[in-house]
């Protein structure tokens, strides 16, 4: 008779924790290095860059750990598939944090003064989303009936972001002073930082989905 | 010879085990929350465990709708339910060896020209509808707990994972014993009247009784069963019939358990008896329609959306089917063994209508007038008996039945030498004392021993305000019929 299979759940439990904690620690660093850029501190840009991509490679471990555990220890069977996929997901969001951070580092783009606020918003905009998204994956492990909540707050911020992405595209399109591939090129970063919460709000709509599996 | 005549009950031990087992772990192992091998290992012990510790309780009734008296007769009686079984098995079925077993003891009784027993026919058959309904209230409630339970201590997903193993593992235990306790009638209850064992003391710490040993080594077929052949209907039912979560699946084992227990505890019979609440019957109840019961239950919890009502149909036809189709196999069979093998399928019991029994019938207050022109006719079996009775009198149910009882004839002859083979722990000294008075004394009825007994002494009258005390003053009663018994 296994009695470690208390020790194995909460040991699975540490380790999701610990995943979703990387994702948090990436948005809070990505949020930084994008100030530090549009300031112009590159030196701490490329630091923090660094920290972003040790955390993207320590939760690439985990979740390898994880995936793992769940199938040789069999453990959740009926929502096995759907947690590797939420784990999954979550993955692509650190990893996205990580090609934005690589992107403005190969691109360099030059974002003029008068954009800054609105970048700064849009970043902010697009971390909390996936802050809520982390918030509602935690419920979903520990107290499934308190994700709507959290899966509420994504959709807010995803809102949030989409004013701020449009906002800052018309205004970037009105400046007659810039060439039109000085334009289009910062209209990519807005895109990319826009997509974050975009693809925040994608997983939450699957989470919904392993929810509604879930109810009793 | 008689372990091979007993090779039928253990074949039907051996799909039982492969069958229903299947009820108790298949959700479990089929979603991969339990592994086959515990699941086989726990299974197979705790239903030898049920059917030698508790089987004794549904025995009672198997053996009340018709006493297969030969070894012969009941080898092809547990033949023709493990056939019919095994045939609605292979069409892909979920019924139980309760139905296959009825059914084939109607058979005989049918070729035997045994009167069936109709009061415990209805109470078998109603506990085959009661069943299931049961099952299914005590899956809606048990459902409701468990998810108030959930929300309340706010259990996360991996602790709630891991209550649900050790859950099913607790109720997967519970089920297998009490379909031991429940089922074992089935596959041993037929062979028990003609078993050849007799008790067995170990070095006085525990002794097994003739029924017992029966119910071991059925307990042990049905194991192999599990061991042997359960894993593929295991794997069908917890991923094929029933796609349901791990913790619906620990509330339909549960309340399956629950209503098998509740139709196999003696102990709970005599507690309901003895603070004098209705006791409920102890019958063989089908672990299929338990369980599917149990699963239609949390389905109506949830709208009844997603319960496949012609699949239920389905089966509720196979219900129906099983015993009907065990009865013809076995008639059919007894018919070709009796004819054909020259093997005796039953001991005829005779019935003579005697002037006491006339006297007995007459102080009843049923008119005998009629009755009286059959004095000292002698009648081969119960149908002849009824037709006779029949082409006289009109009679109620209730008073053919007394005349029936009345007029068997059952000589018996107390001796002293049979009075010591008595075993003097279970009879009271005052009751063979009551014996000893008689000894040398010829009956031809049952019923005129035990009226002489009861006239001897207060030890061996049956109390009808204390339930518990008769039953067990039956059992010696029909102890004793068996070993008086002359031909």
């Known amino acids: 008779m296994d009695f470690d299979i208390f020790k194995r759940r909460s040991g699975i439990e540490t380790q999701i924790d610990e995943f979703l904690n990387r994702v948090s620690e990436a948005g809070l660093i990505f949020k930084g290095a994008v100030v530090d850029y549009l300031k112009g501190d590159l030196e701490t840009f490329v630091l923090k860059r660094d920290r972003l991509h040790e955390a993207e490679r320590q939760g690439d471990v985990l979740r390898r750990e994880l995936e793992l555990m769940l199938f040789t220890k069999t453990l959740i069977p009926e929502s096995r598939g759907d947690v590797l996929e939420l784990i999954e997901n979550m993955d692509t969001l650190l990893d996205h944090y990580k090609g934005a951070m690589w992107k403005i580092d190969i691109e360099q783009p030059r974002i003029c003064d008068e954009f800054h606020e609105d970048f700064k918003e849009l970043v902010e905009y697009g971390v909390e989303a996936v802050e809520s998204t982390v918030c509602a994956c935690r419920a979903f492990f520990r107290n499934i009936d308190t994700a709507s909540a959290h899966m509420d707050k994504v959709i807010y911020w995803e809102k949030k972001s989409d004013v701020v992405s449009t906002r800052l595209q018309r205004a970037i399109f009105r400046r007659e002073d810039l060439r039109l591939s000085h334009k289009r090129h910062i209209r990519d970063f807005v895109r990319f930082m826009e997509k974050i919460a975009d693809e925040a709000e994608d997983v939450i709509d699957r989470l919904s989905i392993y929810i509604v599996k879930r109810a009793l | 010879m008689f372990l091979f005549f007993l090779s039928s009950g253990l074949f039907l031990g051996w799909s039982l085990g492969a069958n229903d087992a ?13 592994s086959f091998k515990r699941a086989a290992v726990l299974c197979g012990v705790f239903v030898i465990l049920g059917a030698v510790i508790s089987g004794a309780g549904t025995s009672d009734t198997i053996g009340k709708l018709g006493t297969v008296n030969a070894m012969a007769g ?14 609605m098995t292979v069409l892909g079925y979920p019924v139980s060896t309760s139905q296959g077993i009825i059914g084939a003891i109607i058979g005989w009784n049918l070729f035997t020209g045994t009167l069936i027993d ?3 026919l209805t109470k078998i058959v109603s506990s085959w509808i009661a069943c299931p309904i049961l099952a299914a209230i005590f899956s809606m409630i048990l459902y409701k707990l468990v998810v108030f339970c959930i929300k309340t201590f706010k259990i996360r997903m991996f602790k709630l994972d891991t209550l649900t193993r050790y859950g099913l593992i607790i109720v997967g235990i519970f089920g297998a014993y009490s379909l031991g306790a429940n089922n074992i009638a089935n596959v041993m209850g037929v062979f028990v009247p003609v078993s050849p064992f007799r008790d067995i003391s170990f070095m006085g710490i525990f002794s097994l009784t003739s029924a017992q040993q029966l119910f071991l080594i059925g307990g042990i077929t049905i194991a192999i069963g599990v061991i042997t052949y359960s894993k593929r209907v295991m794997m069908t039912v917890g991923t ?3 796609k349901i979560s791990p913790v619906s699946a620990f509330v339909a084992v549960w309340a399956h358990s629950i ?12 507690f309901l008896i003895s603070h004098g609440l209705p006791s409920i019957p102890l019958v063989p109840v089908s672990s299929s329609q338990a369980i599917v019961g149990a699963v239609i239950g949390i389905g109506l919890l949830k709208g009844g959306k997603g319960i ?8 509720s036809v196979g219900w129906v089917v099983t015993p009907l189709l065990a009865a013809l196999i076995s008639f059919i069979s007894l018919f070709f063994f009796q004819n054909v093998f020259q093997q005796q399928t039953y001991k005829p019991v005779e019935y003579i209508v005697s002037a006491a029994a006339i006297e007995r019938i007459e102080n009843q207050g049923i008119p005998t007038d009629k009755l009286k022109g059959m004095l000292g006719n002698k009648y081969s079996s119960a149908f002849q008996f009824n037709k006779a009775l029949k082409e006289r009198l009109s009679l109620r149910l209730d008073d053919t039945s007394f005349i029936m009882e009345s007029t068997e004839y059952h000589k018996m002859e107390i001796t002293g030498a049979a009075i010591r083979f008595l075993d003097s722990k279970w009879f009271t000294e005052e009751q063979i004392k009551a014996l000893e008075k008689l000894d040398g004394q010829v009956f031809i009825h049952t019923w005129m021993m035990d009226e002489a007994l009861a006239g001897i002494s207060p030890s061996w009258r049956i109390k009808k305000d204390d339930r518990l005390f008769s039953r067990r003053l039956k059992e010696k009663i029909d102890r004793i019929h068996d070993l008086f018994h002359t031909r």
């Open chain 2, 22 to 34: 299947a009820n108790v772990f298949g959700t479990a192992v089929g979603s991969q929350m339990i």
């Open chain 2, 259 to 270: 209503v098998l227990f509740l139709f196999a505890s003696q102990g709970l019979e005599h």
């Open chain 2, 240 to 242: 094929g019939i029933m």
């Open chain 2, 74 to 87: 009941a080898f092809i009686v547990a033949l023709a339910a493990a056939v019919s079984v095994y045939l």
């Open chain 2, 308 to 315: 496949r009502w012609k699949t239920v149909g389905g089966i």
């Open chain 2, 118 to 120: 109709y009061t415990s």
